[in-house]
Structures are given as C-alpha cells and as structure tokens.
C-alpha cells in the first residue's frame, strides 16, 4: 500500500489514530520547558516570520518507504525574481547541501529550501527547477541555483529506491503556508533518528522586545544525529543510559563508531548514538545582510551544542539562514539601489534569540516525534516522555 499525503504518516495505524497520536506527544514549553530569555511568536515556529511558509509531503509506502519533503519558502512570491540575502554555515561537512556554493559566491538564495533524504537531493532539486520554470515570468530563465538540504534516513528508510518523486516535491511547495508547523515524524524527519531515539522536524521562535527592534528570528530542524543529549542542561541521555561511546566507556563495546550519517542499530539491538546528521534553517525578519546572516547563522552551532551534539566525525551539520525583509530583497532591475543594512551593533538580540530557537526546535523534533517502523522491521522508539520529565525534574529543568 503506498500513502502520500501532507504531513501524515502510518504506523500501522488508522490515519486518524495516527494523527491523534502525534497531537498528544508534547512541545517542550507543554512539559514546563522555557529555553531563554526571550518569548517565542504566535506559533513558536519559523512560520512566524513575516512572509515564511512551510509545506510537508510524507511518503509512507508500504513496509520500507519512511521519508518526506519538507519546503521552506522565504516569501509568498517568486523567489527567483525576488530573491532574498542568504548564507549557509557548515559544522562539520560530512553531507550533501545542493546549491551551497553559489549562496556562499552571491550571499543570496533564489529558490525554496528543500529536505528531504540523503539519496533523494537531486530528485527534489530537479522537480523544483521544473516547478520553478513552469512559474509566471520565467520563460527565459536558463540558470537556477536549487538548494536542497538532507539527512540520511537509511535506518528506516529504502533509501536505495529513491523514493521521491516530483509529484511530492511539487505538493510540499504548492501546499506551503503559514500556519503552524507539523513536528516530528512528518516530511523530512519521517525516518530520521537522534540520539538513538525517534527525531524528526522541529521547530520555534523568538521575538525580540520593541528596544532591540522587535524583529522575529524562526528555526526549523530536520534532527538525525547523534551525542549526549541534554535537555535544558538535565543529562539526559547519560540518566537514561543512552548516548555516544556508552560501550566503550562502560567497557562494553568495539571501537566500531558504524556507518557515517545514518544513526540506527548496532546490529546487536542497540541504539547507534554516535553518528547521524541536522539541517537548521534560520530565517528573520531583520534586514541583514548576507554577512551578517552568516555570522548569525553560527550561533545556530551554538543552540545545536547545548542538546549535546558534539558533530562527529561522520556528521553532516549545515545551517542556512535568510532574511524575510522585503527591504533587502535582490530585484531583477540592474543599476545601484538603497538598501536597509542592520549595523552590526544590533546584531546581539538576534544572536541569543538564534540560539534559543534552534535549542527548542531540536527538543521539539524529539519530543513530537511518535514510533516509527520502517525498513528490515527497524524501529526508533520515540523518546520515552515520563522517564525524560523525571529526568528534567530532578535537575530543577522543570517543576513538580
């Protein structure tokens, strides 16, 4: 049986029990997490950006297929003709970031941003180039930069059959809005793992108070990766006995570290908490440019490092980061233009605010994220909610 619907996947299950499963699996800020100083958006997701949208397409085809696309959109309008200012950061490389080189040359991205699974990147970036050359006023175009992002779902994915098509490229987009985001096992994150549990999509917000210029920073997360995970600065996963070099710490295990970028079984029934992958796409309202979205693209590095990431060797941790602001969008008309230029000097706000959001998308790319069963019968098992809330509590993360 083959399902190909927009932010839905099966466990098994009816689609509605399905569904109902991942609404009563909680965000961070349900269980009594505030990460920060500053208070998410309406949302508390990056679709609080003005202009943002985000469409999911989840492919659940019979026993072996768990994957997805998850588009994001910078504006409602053609990116192409109004591109808009853009950066990518690399952690550490071990990954496959369609169009990364022309963004670093232009500071500028002119198509959506696509994830999707490892093996599938140049499918979605051929299906958007011909969804973008079927678009109004692109008659004449003979150049587009795709940027299409990814991790390796090959745990509980077929991810050898390629899976995505151009039909669930062109849903994703065409589905955008800007609602409220679906997290955990949807789209892109449907077969992802972190930290040897269920990961997925996640993500949250920050406004900044009126005196910092009251501006919107927004993450989304695609978590596939490994670490030790903290929570808030709770240890979790060293509570609950999950997390990298476990056996070779206890004593218990091989230098054996698996196979780069794809986060599952050890072959002996335990989790992998050692490799595995994270997409993170920061957008803002804030007119920056594209050097200091750049730089506020690293601290995106830095709320991925306080869940317990420690970018391993065979990790792909890539950050892209745009700004929404119709007051810096590149135009088509050729000759010098004004543009708004945040200083440096009120880049600070933005920074902590990066930080925070990306800390809480992760938590929330777990803490959505339901059971999935996929390829070879493999199983992640979502992160198990009691035993973490007792963990938080007893840390004074959480109260009683």
Not at 165 to 176: S, W
Not at 270 to 294: C, F, H, K
Request: proline residues 6%; negative net charge; charged residues 20%.
């Amino acid at each position: 049986m083959r399902w190909i619907l927009p932010a839905v996947a099966f466990l098994g299950l009816s689609p509605t029990a399905l569904m109902s499963q991942s609404e009563e699996r909680p965000r961070a800020r349900d269980i009594g997490m505030e990460i920060g100083v500053f208070s998410p958006g309406p949302h508390n997701g990056i679709t609080d950006v003005p202009g943002v949208l985000v469409g999911q397409v989840t492919v659940w085809e019979g026993s072996d297929v768990r994957t997805g696309v998850t588009a994001i959109l910078p504006h409602g309008g053609n990116v192409f003709q109004q591109k808009v200012p853009g950066a990518v950061v690399v952690g550490n490389g071990f990954g496959k970031l369609a169009g990364v080189t022309q963004v670093r040359e232009l500071g500028e991205i002119e198509t959506p941003i696509l994830l999707t699974c490892t093996l599938c990147v140049w499918r979605a970036a051929d299906a958007m180039v011909e969804w973008l050359l079927g678009q109004e006023g692109m008659e004449g175009v003979r150049s587009i930069n795709p940027v299409v992002g990814e991790t390796n779902d090959g745990g509980l994915n077929d991810i050898r059959s390629r899976p995505i098509r151009p039909e669930h490229v062109r849903q994703a987009l065409d589905g955008a809005n800007a609602g409220p985001v679906q997290e955990g096992s949807v789209g892109a994150g449907t077969g992802t793992r972190a930290f040897g549990w269920k990961g997925g999509i996640g993500t949250s917000s920050r406004v900044l108070p009126d005196a910092l210029g009251g501006y919107t920073v927004g993450v989304l997360v695609q978590s596939n990766y490994g670490g030790v995970l903290s929570m808030g600065g709770a240890p979790v996963g060293k509570e609950l006995g999950q997390y990298s070099f476990q056996r070779l710490v206890e004593g218990s295990g091989s230098t054996d570290p698996g196979e780069p970028d794809q986060p599952g079984d050890d072959g002996r029934g335990v989790p992998d908490t050692d490799g595995g992958s994270i997409m993170m796409v920061v957008a803002t309202d804030a007119p920056l440019s594209s050097r200091n979205l750049e730089r506020l693209a690293r601290r995106a590095l830095m709320g991925l490092a306080r869940t317990g990431s420690s970018g391993s060797n065979g990790s792909g941790d890539y950050v892209l980061a745009f700004s929404s602001s119709e007051d810096v969008r590149r135009t088509p008309q050729g000759g010098p233009r004004t543009i708004l230029d945040l200083p440096n000097d009120g880049m600070s706000g933005l920074f902590q605010a990066t930080i925070e959001a990306t800390e809480e998308a992760i938590y929330n790319s777990l803490l959505k994220a339901t059971d999935v069963t996929g390829r070879s019968g493999n199983t992640a098992q979502a992160l198990p909610l009691d035993e973490v809330m007792a963990v938080l509590r007893k840390y004074g993360v959480i109260g009683e």
